[in-house]
């Protein structure tokens, strides 16, 4: 009886269940429905007509009375009447000096000064010089106004208002006068002559909103819509049409986008207008005049419940109740019928941009629904009835305005939990995501002007400042906290509630870039009108021709002054992910991971075997490269001096760890499975069919439901399914024998490109250097800050905890505890900033995917490069970035929190072709630039503190035969500092005063000391140069080690002090290297020629000069009780412990009975000539308590050596050493 009556829907739902609730409901709506007809109650429904029409029928039995629709429908909306009032008189006090009369608020470029590029009508401005300034083409001297300022980028800018008499110089800009008021959030202060704090940091994205209210005389800002507080009272008034303009200031390269009413605020200001009024109907009279926008609410509206009819994402987000009252969906022909008589009048208010931006996006987002599942059918269905009535002009420009504003939405949405993990800039790329699935759509956008600009805003990720984090983070946690207020599993769960709204937006931005990888133009492109002919072009193209000009667009980003015009950090990272994930988890949408049954989808990363590399990449002329510095110079120097020949083009081929020992060769194909394969079954994966979901039959269904399939039907379309999934959807447009035509979307109309076909025609070498580039300009800086915080973290931690300590053990003054508790509550709150910094920046970069994909990047960079390198010619053309990114890359890993791997297999399980490519270069005169030489040294400085990475290198063939040569060979005055640094490292604990854990140091490697004492002894030549290189610097850095003492003394700064310990660190640092090889190689100093033990001599005697002579030791001991604080690492025995080390190793084999050596090291010391003063020096190492200072028993057996050897120093002087105080020591009797 229901079906028959045309409930249809009802009849479905009444079957699924007995509920006698149910039938009573049924019963009331058919009776309530009961004087019209199924058809005519649905066009009443969607037309929101009342029901006294029923005089003029709106259906002739089951067909729509076009006419009497059309009627009743145009004096619906005639009946419309403006709910704003003041709309004739919302102008009245604002000037606007307009000439071409169209009466737009924009820039007055007359104005500006310094230089200013504008774009977009002049609304965004970005400066080019140091200080620029400039004001609007209007004036407010009444009322309460406001326009909105978003943040292109975060540094120095002054917003705000101005009067016409504000000068605007290269030094003065808005805020420097009396009557001009700014606020600057990147110094967090407001400014009118002088400046106060005030506000909050901003960061790009944000939407600053500057109000003035001057009935009141008062002036506030307001961030993301939260008011900042009032900045500004008793603002004085002016005289008519001599008001305040808005205007703004910009340093070098900052760049916002002005809105003073041309589209609607993102955050309006309640009780505040916008000075450019929003636009009118002309068509009504004066007295009646209506806003455009209450116009096209009410057609959406109504657009929006037709293209709902029948929809199950809606019925399943209905309560039960609601459900039974759903309406009959109409057939196509009719549903085609009703959408023309809505759309005809939408063609002319569409021509307005504020109704694009105010009703167009906002309808097509509540259509398609912010969370899953989302309502994809009827947002297409809208489309198609869009592009069938309306003009093609103005679905050009509605294509254009749509992309636009949800690019701005993407750059501006703040991230929040809110809906998560739909929150942010999910709902915006979602709706994107789903439109361009639409070939005419996407065709349409990718003609427009401002293409790559609005997909740049697509892939933009707003960031958060330390306010955004608190409101994120509430509640925090750290190793050891004893916070009332700290919790591990809140903290927990907020991290992993960032993680998955993070990876939704990850999802989109991939699926968004795939479907410009699959989008071919046509070879005739109409614009406007004109026929363009073009060539043919692959899938792909579209998308590498972006990426090329966003690498060339900010090939500058690095430098220390960057280039204006550079886009948003967060857009390389973005793209950065999605090259990521193509190259390491695959082109394909599942990223399908079971590579021994589908080999042919392996990705690219983790393809084993042999590989190949077209280093025409590299060696072509390409503007996005030729920036870039190669090994061995500039692109222009290499043309002239290296002339490359033809074989150098061709294409170098490998064998995946074929540069590794049989023994640690791991591979992706062999049985020793490097790191990134090892968990690849439980590497989360990105579901990238979000926002082409079909829905499901019954009308009943849940959203859990619909997510349940979504897994299944991402199969079905990777098989081929994906046409018989979309027929699934119960959508009346798609019957035959309609007049209603709508356009086939992307996917039905050519299905998405098989995987083989888009891995051959997108090189994905090319994504590799492309990705590589990438992480150089924009990731490396954020792993660098990130790495600086967790440090920050850790030391914060440790200084809490001392605080702490210092509070329990405190018993003195309570002026002392108030001091302690006040340092301890900033210590506590720059603590808990830092455990939020450390969050956000472990859940945007650190997830198991990327470090996944990083560790598979390293291998396959590292195996080229050292492939590369086997032809001079050719490795000198290497861009510099190559190596820069791979080290930055590999440390990054090493130091990510929660680590990927352990570190002892991090490097023996995949990467120990890195350690040779280390050892190999570092070294390496083809490299000119001595930057990239030091990177690769650090490298190996920071890895040798590492017992498991020492391992490493000591299994390394490489190292085995080149290292000692190599160290040796580089300390020069260039690359002293880090050789010493991995020299003391692998040496240490051996020496005079060495305590236990040192001597068995984590890093300390006696298969390292022997390779250098075996080199040195095989090549004396060598060893010599290095030993004269040893001296002169360490006489270098005592020198200036004293001077710094001196300078302290008579004007101390925190340079001074960090000077000092610099160059104490270094000089205990070289004489521990020099100590190392008096004991390895004494040969060296006491047989063949005396130079090499006079130099040592002399050098102790200096070192002795600056440390112990009486004057010397006095202002080192004033010195430390001075600044003892901040010189903690600086005293005497660290810097002398050496030098008796070196006595120590020398006197030892000269008394042994089984060395025959031609040279004393006590008689070279007693013939030196210098002043008695000497004696007094050596008795200050007699009289030292060495056993106190050193904290090490072991001292006392080398005591007896040191008195017999020093002892035979003084009669040479006249003057004898005292020994009483060494003997009670010793306890024997003097």
Known sequence: MLRGMGSSGLAILLESTDSKDCLVTAATCMVEEGSRTALGSTLHHVFDLPRSVSELPLTDGITINQFNLEMHFRTRLSNIESAHDRCLNDCDGVFINDLSGSQSVTIDTESASGSIRFSKNGLVLESQTTFSSARANACVWKGRWMYEATLGTAGIQQLGWATISCPFTEGEGVGDASDSYAYDGRRVRKWNVSNDPYGQPWVPGDVIGCCIDLELGQISFHRNGGSLGLAFDGVRKLEAKQGYFPAISLSHGERCELNFGERPFKHPVAGFLPIQKPPLDGSNNEEKQVLLTLKAKFLFGCLQRLVQLGSPEVSAAMAPAERLRRFTPLAEEQFGLAGEVICNPLAQLLNSRFVIWGNLVPFLLEVHRSETPHDGPSVDRAWDLLLQYLPSAVVQNCVEEVMEALAYSCRTSPFTLANCPFGGAYPFLALACRLLQHSDFILQWWKSDEFESCLEGLLTRKGPNKFDLEALIPIVWWP???????????????????????????????????????????????VLGAIFSAPSQTPGWVFRKFLRNLLRKNRGANRNIPPPGLSDNSVLVSVYTVLLHFLSEGLDRLMDIRHEQHHDHVPFLHRGGMRRFPVQLFLRVDESLYDFARLAGTPSYLSKTSVLEPGDFEEVEWMESSADNEEIRFSHIGKKKPCCCLEAANVPFINSKVTARAPEKSVGSSANVAGERSSSMNADCNEGNFESVVDDKPSSSER?????????????????????????????????????????????????????????????????????????????SSEHLKQLKEARALYRDDLIDCVRQCTWYRVCLLSRWKQRGMYATCMWVVQLLLELSKNDRVFSYVPEFYIETLVDCFHALRRSDPPYVSPSVLLQQGLSSFVTFLVLHFNDHRIANPEIRDILLQSISVLVQYKEHVNAFESNKAAETRMAASLLEAFDNRFWIPVSNILLRLCKGAGFGASKSSICGESCSTFFQRLLREKCVEDEKLFSSFLNRLFNTLNWTISEFSVSIKEMQEHSDHRQQKKCTIMFELSCNLERILEFFTKELPHAFLVGPEMNLIRLCELIMFVLSHTTSSTAAELFDSTLRQYGQSLEKINRATILAPIIGIVLNLAAVTASSSHHMEHDVARALASIDISSVVTTNFQYLLDCNWVHALKHQRCLLLVHLLVSTLSNISPIHGSPLHLKGIHLLLGSPS
Not at 492 to 506: F, G, H, L
Request: glycine letters at 4%.
């Open 480 to 526: 050891g906290s004893r916070e009332d207020l700290c919790s591990e599993t809140n903290m927990r769960q907020t991290a992993t509630a960032m993680s998955r709204a993070i990876s939704k937006v990850e999802e989109l931005q991939c699926e968004l870039c795939r479907s410009l990888l699959n989008f071919v133009p046509p070879s005739s492109v109409n």
């Open 736 to 812: 035959e024998g309609s007049n209603f035509r709508p356009l086939a979307r992307l996917f039905e109309r050519a299905a998405m490109k098989p995987i083989r076909e888009l891995s051959d025609a997108v090189k994905e070498e090319e994504l590799l250097e492309s990705m590589l580039l990438l992480y150089h300009l924009g990731l490396a800086q954020n792993f660098k800050q990130a790495s600086y915080q967790m440090q920050h973290q850790i030391q914060s931690i440790a200084q809490l905890d001392d605080t702490d300590r210092q509070i329990r053990s405190e018993k003195g």
